[in-house]
């Protein structure tokens, strides 16, 4: 948790004053929280975007492949009036 202005004892002893503390402290503050934002980004991305980006990026490739999905087409009709047989006990 960070402190700004007054919360945060940003005054001036002498007149009293802290806006300008407030607009610095307040301005540090925002820039701790974008360096954060930042890194947290790198963080995930380095843990999970090839779970996240690799499979989508696979899909649009394929269904913007004309031939891999008149294929799968096929396939899927093929299967889907197939008979299947019972199970075996």
């Not at 300008?20 to 999970?48: C, D, I, M, N, P």
């Not at 779970?51 to 096929?74: K, L």
Request: glycine residues 6%; without cysteine.
């Amino acid at each position: 948790m960070r402190l700004t202005d007054d919360a945060g004892s940003f005054i001036d002893p002498i007149t009293g004053e802290g806006i300008y503390y407030a607009l610095k402290t307040g301005r540090y503050a925002a820039e701790a929280v974008a360096h954060a934002l930042t890194r947290y980004e790198q963080l995930w991305r380095s843990e999970f975007s090839t779970r996240i980006y690799f499979p989508g990026y696979a899909f649009q490739h394929f269904m913007n492949n004309a031939s891999f999905v008149d294929a799968f087409m096929r396939y899927t009709a093929k299967k889907s009036t197939e008979p299947t047989s019972p199970p075996t006990s």
